[in-house]
């Protein structure tokens, strides 16, 4: 009898073993990664309510090979119309997907802090995934939102500076 629950014990652990070895590499699989292949897009900017002039909104949309810069900037971020800028902006801006944090991808929240509540600005963000979108607004504080997003909201603020220079 006790060979029969040590065989049985030893079958169930090794079973859960394979269960947990399974979960783990399909949890960090290559989908939850962002990419910019196969038609997905990035879309990111900026925005100041309080402020005048063109660089008040600033958005853009990056793909695997091209990017674009919105002419509505429109603050809410709800209708774009994309031009097609150089290639050499392209080239300044096209590893920004390479610093998407992959975290954001399973956040609950599509709003982080209170972007532009206190005039600090804010940054919008839109991912595209195989035609899932999502899309996120982040406070430039960085004190307001998770560390995970601090180096990502340097980039994109880093990104946006080089295109407008």
Same mark, same amino acid.
């Given at each position: 009898m006790?060979?029969?629950?040590?065989?049985? &014990?030893?079958?169930?652990?090794?079973?859960?073993?394979? *269960?947990?070895?399974?979960?783990?590499f399909?949890?960090c699989?290559?989908?939850?990664?962002?990419? #910019? !292949?196969?038609g997905?897009?990035?879309?990111f900017?900026? &925005?100041?309510?309080?402020? &005048?002039?063109?660089?008040?909104?600033?958005?853009?949309k990056?793909?695997?090979n091209?990017?674009?810069?919105?002419?509505?900037? !429109?603050?809410?971020?709800?209708?774009?119309?994309f031009?097609e #800028?150089?290639?050499?902006?392209?080239?300044?801006?096209?590893?920004?997907?390479?610093y998407? /944090?992959?975290?954001?991808?399973?956040?609950?929240?599509?709003? &982080?802090?209170? /972007?532009?509540?206190a005039?600090?600005g804010?940054? *919008?963000?839109?991912?595209?995934?195989n035609?899932?979108?999502?899309?996120?607004?982040?406070?430039?504080?960085?004190?307001?939102? /998770?560390?995970?997003?601090?180096?990502?909201?340097?980039?994109?603020?880093e990104?946006?500076?080089?295109?407008?220079?």
């Open positions: 006790t060979a029969l629950m040590n065989t049985n &014990f030893s079958n169930t652990k090794n079973l859960l073993s394979i *269960f947990l070895l399974t979960t783990v399909i949890s699989s290559k989908d939850d990664v962002a990419t #910019l !292949d196969k997905n897009f990035l879309v900017g900026h &925005f100041y309510g309080q402020c &005048f002039g063109e660089g008040c909104v600033e958005t853009f990056l793909t695997s091209k990017l674009y810069e919105d002419t509505i900037d !429109d603050y809410s971020g709800s209708e774009f119309n031009i #800028l150089d290639n050499g902006a392209f080239e300044q801006v096209k590893d920004l997907i390479d998407f /944090p992959n975290r954001l991808l399973d956040a609950n929240e599509s709003v &982080f802090g209170c /972007p532009d509540c005039d600090g804010g940054l *919008f963000i839109q991912y595209s995934n035609g899932h979108i999502k899309s996120w607004r982040i406070n430039q504080f960085k004190s307001n939102v /998770p560390t995970y997003l601090h180096n990502f909201i340097n980039k994109v603020n990104k946006i500076s080089l295109i407008d220079n």
